[in-house]
């Protein structure tokens, strides 16, 4: 490690306007506990990066800081400036459940799925979210496949919601559908498995 982070202050001493490389050593810095040294090369890199990209790698080292709502708050940030950015919606809302509770992380990446009803991962994370609450979840799934019919992850996860509602015919049919559009996905097996497991037909 300490090789390594040597390699990469050569590497600012030889390009000490590079903001992409400030903000990478800040990170690498900052991964490994040197949160003073991180902080020094952030504001460096003010200027010289990206505002989203500045905010990105705070929100890093606050939350390896151990501060979580500055964190919050330095995603959201990202998440304002980049409303398809889905790295910032899911670890805002991973935050938020931390701090507030899944409620709070529900409605979060609910309001961002509505505000772009097509974006197929924004709509993905919202079911992620909604796992819990089978009916809810169903709902966000049906209206998902009307905007996406064909993507093979929403059938696979309508069956294994309609499966752990007890309507395992439903299921299976849906798992038929994502097996016809991803015949050689792996997962595909996977989800047959769990679904004829809670239908008792555990030979199959």
Known sequence: IE????????????????????????????????????????AAAAGRARESDLR?????????AGDLRASAAAWRAVADAEPLALDAHRAL??????????????????????????HLGLQRLHVEWLREDPARAETA??????SHPTDAWSHRELSLTLSGMQRRDEALAALARAAELEPEEPSTLGVRGIVLQRSGRLPE
Do not use: C, M, N
């Open 141 to 146: 799934l049906r209206a998902l496949l009307e």
């Open 3 to 42: 090789e390594g982070l040597e390699v990469l202050e050569k590497a600012l001493a030889r390009h000490p306007e590079d903001g992409s490389l400030l903000l990478f050593v800040a990170e690498t810095q900052g991964r490994y506990g040197r949160l003073a040294r991180a902080r020094e090369l952030l």
């Open 56 to 64: 990105r790698a705070e929100a890093r080292l606050t939350r390896w």
């Open 93 to 118: 809302a991973e935050l938020l459940y931390r701090l507030e509770g899944r409620a709070s992380a529900i409605d979060s990446v609910a309001a961002a799925a509505a505000r772009v009803p097509t």
